[in-house]
Protein backbone atom coordinates (compact mmCIF):
# COMPACT_ATOMS: atom_id res chain seq x y z
CA UNK A 1 0.00 0.00 0.00
CA UNK A 2 1.65 3.12 -0.97
CA UNK A 3 1.41 6.10 1.53
CA UNK A 4 -0.72 8.31 -0.61
CA UNK A 5 -3.38 5.52 -1.44
CA UNK A 6 -4.50 6.70 2.50
CA UNK A 7 -5.18 9.83 1.13
CA UNK A 8 -7.10 10.22 -2.23
CA UNK A 9 -8.57 13.60 -0.89
CA UNK A 10 -8.82 16.22 1.83
CA UNK A 11 -12.87 15.38 2.78
CA UNK A 12 -12.39 11.92 3.22
CA UNK A 13 -9.10 12.15 5.33
CA UNK A 14 -10.99 14.48 7.55
CA UNK A 15 -14.06 12.42 7.62
CA UNK A 16 -12.20 9.10 8.68
CA UNK A 17 -10.05 11.41 11.14
CA UNK A 18 -12.97 12.60 12.70
CA UNK A 19 -14.58 9.21 12.93
CA UNK A 20 -11.82 7.89 14.33
CA UNK A 21 -11.16 10.65 17.47
CA UNK A 22 -14.12 10.33 17.80
CA UNK A 23 -14.27 6.65 18.84
CA UNK A 24 -11.02 6.35 20.19
CA UNK A 25 -12.01 9.38 22.54
CA UNK A 26 -15.24 7.56 23.86
CA UNK A 27 -13.34 4.54 24.84
CA UNK A 28 -10.64 6.19 26.41
CA UNK A 29 -13.29 8.33 28.34
CA UNK A 30 -14.98 5.24 29.44
CA UNK A 31 -11.79 3.62 30.07
CA UNK A 32 -9.63 6.64 31.93
CA UNK A 33 -13.43 7.17 34.27
CA UNK A 34 -13.30 3.14 34.99
CA UNK A 35 -9.97 4.27 36.54
CA UNK A 36 -11.18 6.91 38.05
CA UNK A 37 -14.45 6.24 39.40
CA UNK A 38 -13.42 2.96 41.37
CA UNK A 39 -10.50 5.25 42.69
CA UNK A 40 -12.38 7.58 44.20
CA UNK A 41 -14.95 4.99 45.20
CA UNK A 42 -11.65 2.93 47.03
CA UNK A 43 -10.43 6.78 48.53
CA UNK A 44 -7.94 7.13 45.96
CA UNK A 45 -7.94 11.12 45.25
CA UNK A 46 -7.49 12.20 41.49
CA UNK A 47 -5.66 14.82 40.75
CA UNK A 48 -6.22 15.62 36.98
CA UNK A 49 -8.52 13.45 34.44
CA UNK A 50 -7.77 14.29 31.20
CA UNK A 51 -9.11 12.78 27.72
CA UNK A 52 -5.89 13.67 25.20
CA UNK A 53 -2.37 14.42 25.56
CA UNK A 54 -0.42 17.76 25.38
CA UNK A 55 -1.28 21.67 25.11
CA UNK A 56 -4.46 21.87 27.39
CA UNK A 57 -7.45 23.43 25.54
CA UNK A 58 -9.92 23.78 28.57
CA UNK A 59 -10.25 22.60 32.11
CA UNK A 60 -12.35 23.22 34.95
CA UNK A 61 -11.79 21.85 38.78
CA UNK A 62 -14.59 19.81 40.15
CA UNK A 63 -15.78 20.40 43.85
CA UNK A 64 -13.31 17.16 45.02
CA UNK A 65 -10.67 19.23 43.71
CA UNK A 66 -9.76 16.82 40.47
CA UNK A 67 -8.91 19.06 37.58
CA UNK A 68 -10.77 17.72 34.12
CA UNK A 69 -9.36 18.76 31.15
CA UNK A 70 -8.99 18.50 27.24
CA UNK A 71 -6.11 18.47 25.77
CA UNK A 72 -4.79 18.84 21.96
CA UNK A 73 -3.71 15.79 20.90
CA UNK A 74 -6.70 12.87 21.40
CA UNK A 75 -4.74 10.04 20.88
CA UNK A 76 -5.74 8.59 24.37
CA UNK A 77 -6.13 9.65 28.19
CA UNK A 78 -4.48 9.65 31.36
CA UNK A 79 -6.14 10.06 35.45
CA UNK A 80 -3.35 11.20 37.33
CA UNK A 81 -3.78 9.94 41.12
CA UNK A 82 -2.97 11.86 44.24
CA UNK A 83 1.43 10.75 44.81
CA UNK A 84 1.95 10.19 40.88
CA UNK A 85 4.63 11.97 39.47
CA UNK A 86 3.57 11.53 35.64
CA UNK A 87 0.52 10.35 33.43
CA UNK A 88 1.92 7.02 34.03
CA UNK A 89 1.75 6.63 37.81
CA UNK A 90 5.52 6.64 38.59
CA UNK A 91 5.83 7.70 42.47
CA UNK A 92 6.56 11.15 43.74
CA UNK A 93 9.11 10.09 46.49
CA UNK A 94 9.31 13.94 47.40
CA UNK A 95 5.56 14.61 48.03
CA UNK A 96 4.70 11.30 49.62
CA UNK A 97 7.43 11.95 52.39
CA UNK A 98 6.26 15.19 52.79
CA UNK A 99 2.45 13.34 53.46
CA UNK A 100 0.89 12.53 56.76
CA UNK A 101 -0.45 8.60 57.14
CA UNK A 102 -4.19 10.33 56.39
CA UNK A 103 -2.93 11.77 52.99
CA UNK A 104 -0.72 8.83 51.80
CA UNK A 105 -3.85 6.35 52.09
CA UNK A 106 -5.49 8.52 49.28
CA UNK A 107 -2.56 8.04 47.19
CA UNK A 108 -2.43 5.80 44.61
CA UNK A 109 1.02 4.28 46.49
CA UNK A 110 -0.29 3.85 49.54
CA UNK A 111 -3.77 2.81 49.53
CA UNK A 112 -4.60 -0.78 50.65
CA UNK A 113 -3.70 -3.51 47.78
CA UNK A 114 -7.42 -4.30 47.31
CA UNK A 115 -8.15 -0.52 46.52
CA UNK A 116 -4.83 -0.58 44.12
CA UNK A 117 -6.04 -3.56 42.35
CA UNK A 118 -9.71 -2.85 42.19
CA UNK A 119 -8.89 0.64 40.69
CA UNK A 120 -5.89 -0.57 37.93
CA UNK A 121 -8.72 -3.60 36.75
CA UNK A 122 -11.60 -0.86 36.29
CA UNK A 123 -10.25 0.41 33.29
CA UNK A 124 -10.54 -2.34 31.38
CA UNK A 125 -13.45 -4.00 32.81
CA UNK A 126 -15.31 -0.71 31.75
CA UNK A 127 -14.11 -1.03 28.56
CA UNK A 128 -15.96 -4.47 28.55
CA UNK A 129 -18.96 -3.13 30.48
CA UNK A 130 -19.66 -0.70 27.08
CA UNK A 131 -19.01 -3.04 24.80
CA UNK A 132 -21.76 -5.46 26.63
CA UNK A 133 -23.73 -2.55 26.42
CA UNK A 134 -24.03 -1.34 23.32
CA UNK A 135 -23.86 -5.07 21.76
CA UNK A 136 -27.49 -5.73 24.44
CA UNK A 137 -29.22 -2.22 23.16
CA UNK A 138 -28.56 -2.99 19.27
CA UNK A 139 -29.95 -6.37 19.67
CA UNK A 140 -32.69 -4.88 21.52
CA UNK A 141 -33.02 -2.40 19.15
CA UNK A 142 -33.19 -4.59 16.35
CA UNK A 143 -35.29 -7.66 18.13
CA UNK A 144 -35.46 -10.70 16.38
CA UNK A 145 -38.08 -12.08 13.99
CA UNK A 146 -41.55 -12.78 15.02
CA UNK A 147 -43.41 -15.69 14.73
CA UNK A 148 -45.17 -16.19 11.93
CA UNK A 149 -42.22 -14.79 9.59
CA UNK A 150 -43.87 -11.90 8.67
CA UNK A 151 -42.64 -9.00 5.84
CA UNK A 152 -42.30 -5.70 7.41
CA UNK A 153 -40.64 -4.08 4.45
CA UNK A 154 -39.10 -4.98 1.08
CA UNK A 155 -36.32 -4.43 0.12
CA UNK A 156 -35.70 -2.76 -3.77
CA UNK A 157 -34.92 -5.85 -6.21
CA UNK A 158 -34.28 -5.98 -9.98
CA UNK A 159 -36.86 -9.14 -10.26
CA UNK A 160 -39.59 -11.38 -8.19
CA UNK A 161 -40.86 -9.51 -5.47
CA UNK A 162 -43.39 -7.18 -6.84
CA UNK A 163 -46.48 -9.18 -6.10
CA UNK A 164 -45.30 -9.52 -2.08
CA UNK A 165 -46.27 -6.68 -0.17
CA UNK A 166 -45.72 -5.62 4.05
CA UNK A 167 -47.61 -7.51 6.59
CA UNK A 168 -47.91 -11.02 4.43
CA UNK A 169 -47.31 -13.35 6.28
CA UNK A 170 -45.22 -16.19 4.86
CA UNK A 171 -47.30 -19.53 4.88
CA UNK A 172 -45.16 -21.80 2.49
CA UNK A 173 -42.56 -21.74 -0.20
CA UNK A 174 -42.37 -23.39 -2.70
CA UNK A 175 -44.70 -25.97 -1.22
CA UNK A 176 -43.59 -26.49 2.24
CA UNK A 177 -44.25 -25.21 5.11
CA UNK A 178 -42.22 -22.46 6.88
CA UNK A 179 -40.45 -23.13 10.46
CA UNK A 180 -39.69 -20.03 12.74
CA UNK A 181 -37.03 -18.09 12.07
CA UNK A 182 -34.81 -20.42 13.97
CA UNK A 183 -35.02 -22.75 11.78
CA UNK A 184 -35.70 -20.69 8.62
CA UNK A 185 -31.60 -21.55 7.34
CA UNK A 186 -31.75 -24.71 7.42
CA UNK A 187 -35.20 -24.66 6.05
CA UNK A 188 -33.92 -22.72 3.42
CA UNK A 189 -30.90 -24.56 2.42
CA UNK A 190 -33.34 -27.49 1.42
CA UNK A 191 -34.88 -25.27 -1.13
CA UNK A 192 -34.45 -25.61 -4.73
CA UNK A 193 -32.00 -22.44 -5.83
CA UNK A 194 -33.66 -20.88 -8.63
CA UNK A 195 -34.36 -17.23 -9.48
CA UNK A 196 -38.61 -17.27 -8.49
CA UNK A 197 -39.94 -19.31 -5.97
CA UNK A 198 -43.81 -19.73 -5.04
CA UNK A 199 -44.80 -17.99 -2.22
CA UNK A 200 -47.96 -18.65 0.09
CA UNK A 201 -48.71 -16.26 2.19
CA UNK A 202 -51.58 -14.85 4.92
CA UNK A 203 -53.11 -11.62 3.77
CA UNK A 204 -55.92 -10.10 5.95
CA UNK A 205 -56.99 -14.02 6.50
CA UNK A 206 -56.51 -15.48 2.83
CA UNK A 207 -54.24 -17.30 1.42
CA UNK A 208 -52.70 -16.20 -1.74
CA UNK A 209 -49.66 -17.57 -3.99
CA UNK A 210 -47.16 -15.43 -5.73
CA UNK A 211 -43.62 -15.87 -6.88
CA UNK A 212 -40.67 -14.09 -5.18
CA UNK A 213 -36.96 -14.54 -5.11
CA UNK A 214 -34.74 -16.95 -3.56
CA UNK A 215 -35.26 -15.72 0.25
CA UNK A 216 -31.32 -14.81 0.61
CA UNK A 217 -30.82 -13.69 -3.01
CA UNK A 218 -27.08 -12.31 -4.60
CA UNK A 219 -28.22 -9.15 -2.31
CA UNK A 220 -25.80 -6.89 -0.52
CA UNK A 221 -26.74 -5.99 3.09
CA UNK A 222 -23.18 -4.48 3.96
CA UNK A 223 -20.13 -4.38 3.15
CA UNK A 224 -16.95 -5.08 5.63
CA UNK A 225 -14.54 -1.94 6.03
CA UNK A 226 -11.13 -2.26 4.34
CA UNK A 227 -12.30 -4.57 2.05
CA UNK A 228 -12.45 -5.75 -1.53
CA UNK A 229 -16.12 -4.92 -2.09
CA UNK A 230 -15.27 -1.68 -0.64
CA UNK A 231 -12.74 -0.64 -2.86
CA UNK A 232 -14.72 -1.74 -5.79
CA UNK A 233 -17.00 0.36 -5.27
CA UNK A 234 -19.96 -2.20 -4.15
CA UNK A 235 -22.65 -0.73 -1.61
CA UNK A 236 -24.89 -1.67 0.75
CA UNK A 237 -28.52 -2.76 -1.26
CA UNK A 238 -26.57 -3.48 -4.64
CA UNK A 239 -27.28 -6.67 -6.08
CA UNK A 240 -24.92 -9.07 -8.19
CA UNK A 241 -26.75 -10.06 -11.04
CA UNK A 242 -24.05 -11.98 -12.49
CA UNK A 243 -20.47 -13.40 -12.53
CA UNK A 244 -19.05 -13.33 -15.87
CA UNK A 245 -21.06 -14.80 -18.11
CA UNK A 246 -22.93 -17.22 -15.46
CA UNK A 247 -26.52 -15.53 -13.65
CA UNK A 248 -27.06 -16.19 -10.11
CA UNK A 249 -30.48 -16.16 -7.92
CA UNK A 250 -28.51 -16.67 -4.70
CA UNK A 251 -26.20 -15.08 -2.36
CA UNK A 252 -24.66 -19.10 -2.03
CA UNK A 253 -23.79 -18.65 -5.83
CA UNK A 254 -22.01 -15.28 -5.16
CA UNK A 255 -20.45 -17.55 -2.30
CA UNK A 256 -19.26 -20.35 -4.42
CA UNK A 257 -18.07 -18.07 -7.15
CA UNK A 258 -15.49 -16.20 -4.97
CA UNK A 259 -14.30 -19.28 -3.32
CA UNK A 260 -13.76 -21.01 -6.75
CA UNK A 261 -12.18 -17.87 -8.63
CA UNK A 262 -8.76 -18.57 -6.57
CA UNK A 263 -7.97 -14.76 -6.76
CA UNK A 264 -8.82 -14.14 -10.14
CA UNK A 265 -10.54 -10.91 -11.18
CA UNK A 266 -14.62 -11.27 -11.26
CA UNK A 267 -16.23 -9.30 -14.19
CA UNK A 268 -20.08 -8.70 -12.30
CA UNK A 269 -23.21 -7.30 -13.44
CA UNK A 270 -24.43 -4.98 -10.29
CA UNK A 271 -28.22 -3.90 -10.32
CA UNK A 272 -28.09 -0.67 -8.16
CA UNK A 273 -31.41 1.88 -7.94
CA UNK A 274 -32.86 0.34 -11.26
CA UNK A 275 -29.72 0.60 -13.37
CA UNK A 276 -27.20 -1.96 -14.18
CA UNK A 277 -23.16 -1.95 -14.64
CA UNK A 278 -20.59 -3.70 -14.69
CA UNK A 279 -17.82 -3.91 -11.67
CA UNK A 280 -14.79 -5.89 -11.83
CA UNK A 281 -13.43 -6.88 -8.52
CA UNK A 282 -10.40 -9.11 -7.01
CA UNK A 283 -11.01 -11.18 -4.04
CA UNK A 284 -8.20 -11.21 -1.34
CA UNK A 285 -7.36 -14.34 0.60
CA UNK A 286 -7.83 -13.83 4.48
CA UNK A 287 -7.33 -15.51 7.43
CA UNK A 288 -11.10 -16.49 8.98
CA UNK A 289 -11.76 -18.51 11.89
CA UNK A 290 -12.37 -21.81 10.92
CA UNK A 291 -14.90 -24.45 13.32
CA UNK A 292 -12.17 -26.07 15.32
CA UNK A 293 -11.29 -23.05 16.92
CA UNK A 294 -7.92 -22.08 14.26
CA UNK A 295 -7.92 -20.24 11.20
CA UNK A 296 -7.59 -20.99 7.44
CA UNK A 297 -7.25 -18.93 4.32
CA UNK A 298 -10.48 -17.90 2.10
CA UNK A 299 -10.50 -16.00 -0.83
CA UNK A 300 -13.30 -12.85 0.01
CA UNK A 301 -14.76 -10.08 -1.41
CA UNK A 302 -15.86 -8.83 1.82
CA UNK A 303 -20.01 -8.39 1.88
CA UNK A 304 -22.71 -10.20 3.54
CA UNK A 305 -26.18 -11.02 2.57
CA UNK A 306 -29.67 -11.10 3.95
CA UNK A 307 -33.29 -12.06 2.80
CA UNK A 308 -34.63 -9.70 0.45
CA UNK A 309 -37.51 -8.05 3.14
CA UNK A 310 -37.04 -7.32 6.45
CA UNK A 311 -38.95 -9.14 8.71
CA UNK A 312 -40.97 -8.00 11.23
CA UNK A 313 -39.74 -7.75 14.59
CA UNK A 314 -40.54 -7.94 18.23
CA UNK A 315 -38.08 -6.64 21.21
CA UNK A 316 -35.67 -8.91 22.73
CA UNK A 317 -36.24 -8.80 27.03
CA UNK A 318 -33.03 -7.34 28.24
CA UNK A 319 -31.91 -11.10 30.34
CA UNK A 320 -31.67 -11.97 26.48
CA UNK A 321 -29.72 -9.46 25.14
CA UNK A 322 -27.21 -8.83 27.84
CA UNK A 323 -26.76 -12.65 27.38
CA UNK A 324 -26.01 -11.65 23.43
CA UNK A 325 -23.66 -8.37 24.48
CA UNK A 326 -21.78 -11.26 26.63
CA UNK A 327 -21.57 -13.84 23.61
CA UNK A 328 -20.30 -10.98 21.49
CA UNK A 329 -17.73 -10.06 23.78
CA UNK A 330 -16.61 -13.48 24.58
CA UNK A 331 -16.34 -14.41 21.16
CA UNK A 332 -14.09 -11.26 20.11
CA UNK A 333 -11.72 -11.67 22.89
CA UNK A 334 -11.49 -15.40 22.26
CA UNK A 335 -10.90 -14.82 18.16
CA UNK A 336 -8.42 -12.16 19.27
CA UNK A 337 -6.56 -14.34 21.34
CA UNK A 338 -6.64 -17.11 19.00
CA UNK A 339 -5.74 -14.40 16.04
CA UNK A 340 -2.59 -13.52 18.45
CA UNK A 341 -1.35 -16.61 19.15
CA UNK A 342 -1.30 -18.15 15.46
CA UNK A 343 0.61 -14.70 14.71
CA UNK A 344 3.35 -15.71 16.34
CA UNK A 345 3.37 -18.98 15.78
CA UNK A 346 3.72 -18.04 11.87
CA UNK A 347 0.56 -19.63 11.54
CA UNK A 348 -1.38 -16.75 10.11
CA UNK A 349 -0.01 -13.60 8.82
CA UNK A 350 1.19 -10.61 10.99
CA UNK A 351 -0.34 -8.42 8.69
CA UNK A 352 -3.72 -9.83 10.20
CA UNK A 353 -2.09 -6.58 13.20
CA UNK A 354 -3.53 -3.23 12.00
CA UNK A 355 -1.97 0.38 13.62
CA UNK A 356 -3.97 3.65 14.37
CA UNK A 357 -3.99 4.15 10.17
CA UNK A 358 -6.00 1.19 9.61
CA UNK A 359 -7.92 1.72 12.79
CA UNK A 360 -8.67 5.05 11.69
CA UNK A 361 -9.95 3.96 7.63
CA UNK A 362 -12.07 1.09 9.44
CA UNK A 363 -13.30 3.79 12.00
CA UNK A 364 -14.12 6.11 8.34
CA UNK A 365 -15.75 3.20 6.93
CA UNK A 366 -18.24 1.68 9.61
CA UNK A 367 -19.09 5.46 10.00
CA UNK A 368 -19.86 6.05 6.22
CA UNK A 369 -22.56 2.67 6.42
CA UNK A 370 -24.45 4.49 9.45
CA UNK A 371 -24.56 4.99 13.15
CA UNK A 372 -25.59 1.63 14.11
CA UNK A 373 -22.37 0.06 12.25
CA UNK A 374 -20.12 2.69 13.63
CA UNK A 375 -21.40 2.44 16.96
CA UNK A 376 -20.91 -1.56 16.59
CA UNK A 377 -17.35 -0.79 15.55
CA UNK A 378 -16.67 1.13 18.73
CA UNK A 379 -18.00 -1.31 21.17
CA UNK A 380 -15.72 -4.15 18.99
CA UNK A 381 -12.82 -1.56 19.41
CA UNK A 382 -13.49 -0.89 22.91
CA UNK A 383 -13.58 -5.20 23.25
CA UNK A 384 -10.06 -5.09 22.13
CA UNK A 385 -8.46 -1.80 24.37
CA UNK A 386 -9.85 -3.62 27.42
CA UNK A 387 -8.56 -7.07 26.30
CA UNK A 388 -5.00 -5.34 25.33
CA UNK A 389 -4.96 -3.71 28.63
CA UNK A 390 -5.05 -6.96 30.08
CA UNK A 391 -1.92 -8.15 29.01
CA UNK A 392 0.88 -8.93 31.62
CA UNK A 393 2.92 -6.05 30.16
CA UNK A 394 4.51 -3.48 32.37
CA UNK A 395 2.88 0.20 31.91
CA UNK A 396 -0.35 -1.78 30.62
CA UNK A 397 -3.11 -2.12 33.67
CA UNK A 398 -2.14 -6.12 33.43
CA UNK A 399 1.21 -5.43 33.96
CA UNK A 400 -0.03 -3.18 37.46
CA UNK A 401 -2.05 -6.09 38.11
CA UNK A 402 0.80 -8.74 37.88
CA UNK A 403 2.77 -6.21 40.31
CA UNK A 404 0.23 -6.10 42.64
CA UNK A 405 -0.30 -10.12 42.51
CA UNK A 406 3.56 -9.99 43.64
CA UNK A 407 2.59 -7.74 46.72
CA UNK A 408 0.30 -10.26 47.72
CA UNK A 409 2.49 -13.64 47.50
CA UNK A 410 5.32 -11.80 48.69
CA UNK A 411 4.29 -9.42 51.09
CA UNK A 412 5.89 -6.67 49.77
CA UNK A 413 5.68 -4.81 46.37
CA UNK A 414 9.33 -4.75 43.82
CA UNK A 415 11.93 -2.46 44.35
CA UNK A 416 11.35 1.12 42.56
CA UNK A 417 14.41 0.38 40.65
CA UNK A 418 12.75 -2.56 39.62
CA UNK A 419 9.89 -1.06 39.02
CA UNK A 420 11.49 1.23 36.25
CA UNK A 421 13.48 -0.98 34.59
CA UNK A 422 10.58 -3.40 33.76
CA UNK A 423 8.04 -0.03 32.86
CA UNK A 424 11.31 1.20 30.40
CA UNK A 425 11.06 -2.24 28.91
CA UNK A 426 7.60 -2.33 29.09
CA UNK A 427 7.47 1.11 26.99
CA UNK A 428 10.28 -0.04 24.69
CA UNK A 429 7.55 -2.81 23.61
CA UNK A 430 5.03 -1.36 23.48
CA UNK A 431 6.47 1.09 20.88
CA UNK A 432 7.67 -1.32 19.23
CA UNK A 433 4.80 -2.99 18.50
CA UNK A 434 3.43 0.17 17.67
CA UNK A 435 6.16 0.96 15.07
CA UNK A 436 5.69 -2.92 13.62
CA UNK A 437 1.61 -1.91 13.27
CA UNK A 438 2.12 1.12 11.43
CA UNK A 439 4.50 -0.68 9.38
CA UNK A 440 1.91 -2.91 8.38
CA UNK A 441 -0.87 -0.33 7.60
CA UNK A 442 1.78 1.30 5.00
CA UNK A 443 3.64 -1.69 3.72
CA UNK A 444 0.45 -4.70 4.04
CA UNK A 445 -1.51 -5.09 0.91
Known sequence: MELIGLIPNFGSLAYTIAAFVVALSVIVAVHEYGHYIV???????????????????????????????????????????????????????????????????????????????????AGPVFNFVLSIIVFALIAMFQ?????????????????????????????????????????????????????????????????????????YPPLVTSVTPQSAAMDAGLETGDVILSVGDTRISSFEDLRSAVLISNGA????????????????????????PSEDGGFEQRYLIGVTGGLFFVPETETLGPITALGFGFSQVGNIVQQSLSGLYHMITGAISSCNLSGPIGIAETSGAAASQGAVSFI??????????????????????????????????????????????????????????????????????
Open 39 to 121: GRWSGIHAEVFSLGFGPVLARWTDRRGTVWQIAALPLGGYVKFLGDSDAASGKDARALEQMNPAERRRTMHDAPLWARSATVA
Open 143 to 215: GQAKAPLTIAELRPMPFGAQALMPGDRIVEIHGRDVPDFSGFGTFVNNLPVAPELDYTVDRDGRELTFPGPYP
Open 265 to 288: PLELEVWRDGDAFPMTLTPREMDV
Open 376 to 445: WFIAVLSTAVGLINLFPVPVLDGGHLVFHAWEAVTGSAPSDRALRVLMAGGLALILSLMIFAVTNDIFCP
